[in-house]
């Protein structure tokens, strides 16, 4: 028996996300009294595979094929159902990426197991697996039941803390048996964003609405996120106007994400706005108007213009960033 | 070419969320169900596609007899036909199954959902369906193309994007820039009454996750209004209170 951990890697090696997936796998197999290995896909260094039993799992498998360089939802859930077994693995945990969305359900269809998405705490169990995910967009907690043998779990980046705990890990090589139609799916061409921080698991996330009037006043909004090492994110009539791209919208219907600390300038605070940030530890609204409803769900607030407060705060976080160092 | 909608019936996005005693119900008193925002966009795109390469559209619904106000929504926006299956959804295995069942066995080579539902947010059902299938999947598709027997979608992906080909059969989730949600006409609204919506019953599926409970997040302390003149405090503030910087 073990806890299986679907370590995702981003072009070679790993990110925070899949640290804090592995922390959260090793801390349930101790739960557990299991086991926790991790599966790995495609071309991998091996001092970053090794660097995963800093984390405290043991055995990692890897699968080598140069048809998995690329993520294919289809064949990668091959891998990792596969590794499920060789692992007899009762649980099975991978981050809610943009890609571990796209493969946990299939895992959890190829294992007849119960899935939990959007998970965001240590299960309960001590009577059965109940488990507690988002629901209603950030409006809601449901706590789910898990009724099979196998669970697999996706849960929120930034929602649980990485853990060192150094193993020395060994690495098996994992032959996959691919089904006839696992290649079907063909990538034509990747284009990264040359964002230096990825908004899904920023730690910090500086967002700005149409209260900056125009594109042509988000340098400033530029200089403050670059200055605290944080990614940018806008509201949706920003990025609809085409402001700003659309992978920056967040709320219900963009990206729901959950940092450390979400600086929110010239944004009113709407529902549907809200729905996709509440779950940030810390908010910081920057409005002009006092009466905006996101003060409500603020932990701090500064009335004021943008135009006058963001330069303050530009040289705040440069003194911030120095007395640090 | 025969296209299959997933229409999830979900409660409006300013709707208040509030469960009833036991914290098992979501209480609906008052709330306005709409079109999950993702699957206007899936269906604007089916409708299209279907103008553009000839084809049907018919828009699916797994729900009991409340959510017909919302499939005839589809209907007046330009579905052809619907079908509901008559079941309150367990959870997205459940849906998926009884989706992928009714697309098998009527013979629908696109798929086509939102990216993630405004209620369950689990993004699993279009990846639940592709798997029962055993057709290809593409979430968070923000394009989707049709030419022959093939599908040229782009996919967010991590910090990018990435244009992907696959032959159909195909689910597809749709993001925003797959096409513009398209709003009901007159004439649509009309014709909506008249278009056929089937309802089947579902098939038998295990039960693999139960619901056990509801809650609200917890609501955030009081604000703590900075003076605009003392901004340059408020990094050492957030460290000093709340040690997350
Ligand atoms: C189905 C649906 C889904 C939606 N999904 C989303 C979503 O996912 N994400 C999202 O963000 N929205 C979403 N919306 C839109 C949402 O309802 C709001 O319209 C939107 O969030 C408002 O954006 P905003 O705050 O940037 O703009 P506004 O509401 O116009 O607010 C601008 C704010 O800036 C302030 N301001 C103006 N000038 C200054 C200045 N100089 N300095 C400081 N402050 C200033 C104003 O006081 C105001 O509070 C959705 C709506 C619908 C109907
Ligand atoms: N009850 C349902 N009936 C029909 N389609 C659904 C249902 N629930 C979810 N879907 C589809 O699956 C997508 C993703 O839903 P979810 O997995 O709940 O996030 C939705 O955008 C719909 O297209």
């Known amino acids: ?325 | 070419m025969k296209i299959l909608v997933c229409i999830s019936n979900v409660p409006d996005t300013t709707a208040k969320i509030n469960f009833s005693a036991d914290n098992k119900q979501f209480i609906t008193d008052g709330v306005t169900f709409i079109i999950n925002p993702y699957d206007e966009i899936a269906l604007a795109r089916a409708i299209e596609l279907a103008e553009a390469n000839g084809g049907t559209v018919t828009a699916i619904n797994v729900g009991d007899a409340t959510t017909e106000a919302t499939i005839r929504k589809a209907l007046a926006i330009g579905a052809h036909d619907a079908v509901r299956v008559n079941a309150a959804p367990r959870d997205a295995y459940f849906v998926a199954s009884q989706i992928a069942h009714y697309a098998s066995t009527n013979g629908y080579t696109l798929v086509l959902c939102g990216r993630e539902s405004a209620d369950h947010n689990g993004s699993s059902v279009p990846v639940m369906i592709a798997e029962l299938l055993d057709v290809p999947s593409i979430l968070f598709a923000k394009k989707l193309d049709i030419t022959g027997n093939e599908a040229t979608l782009e996919r967010e992906i991590e910090g990018g994007k990435e244009v992907v080909t696959c032959t159909l059969p195909l689910v597809a989730g749709a993001s925003e820039g797959m096409a513009e949600p398209k709003i009901p006409n007159m004439r649509g609204i009309m014709a909506s009454r008249t278009k056929p919506l089937t309802v089947v019953e579902p098939i038998a599926v295990d039960t693999l996750s139960t619901l056990e409970q509801y809650e609200k997040p917890l609501t955030r302390s009081a604000v703590k209004m900075i003076n605009p003149e003392d901004v340059n405090q408020l990094f050492d503030l957030i460290r000093t209170e709340k040690k997350i910087i």
């Open chain 1, 1 to 325: 028996m073990s806890v299986l951990i679907y370590a995702e890697a981003t072009q070679g090696g790993f990110k925070k996300s899949t640290y804090e997936a592995i922390s959260y796998g090793v801390a349930l197999a101790t739960k557990l009294g299991v086991d926790a290995q991790a599966v790995a896909i495609g071309s991998i260094e091996t001092a970053a595979l090794v660097s995963l039993g800093n984390y405290g799992v043991k055995t990692i498998h890897h699968c080598v094929d140069e048809r998995v360089n690329t993520f294919n939802p289809i064949a990668y859930a091959s891998v990792v159902a596969q590794a499920a077994q060789t692992a007899k693995a009762n649980v099975v945990i991978l981050s809610a990426s943009f890609s571990g969305k796209g493969l946990a359900p299939r895992v959890a269809i190829k294992l007849k197991a119960a899935l939990a998405e959007n998970v965001i705490e240590m299960p309960d169990t001590s009577s059965g697996f109940k488990i507690k995910k988002g629901a209603y967009s950030g409006k809601a907690i449901a706590t789910v039941s898990l009724q099979s043998e196998v669970k697999v779990i996706s849960m929120v980046p930034n929602s649980y803390k990485v853990v060192e705990n150094r193993q020395t890990a060994s690495v098996n090589q994992l032959a996959v048996a691919f089904g006839a139609n696992d290649f079907n799916i063909k990538v034509k061409e990747t284009i990264r964003s040359n964002d230096k921080v990825a908004l899904p698991d920023a730690e910090l996330v500086i967002s700005a609405g149409r209260g900056m009037k125009g594109p042509e006043n988000w340098g400033m909004i530029e200089e403050l996120a670059n200055t605290l090492g944080a990614a940018t994110a806008c509201s949706k009539p920003v990025s609809d106007a085409g402001w700003r791209p659309h992978s920056e919208h967040v709320g219900q219907t963009g990206i729901a994400i959950s940092p450390n600390l979400y600086i929110a300038i010239g944004i009113s605070g709407a529902i549907q706005h809200l729905a996709g940030v509440s779950s940030s530890k810390v908010i910081v609204v920057v409005n002009k108007d006092p009466e905006a409803p996101f003060f409500k769900a603020a932990d701090y607030g500064i009335v004021g213009d943008a135009f006058e407060i963001v330069p303050k705060l530009i040289s705040a976080a440069k003194t911030f960033k120095a007395s640090q160092n």
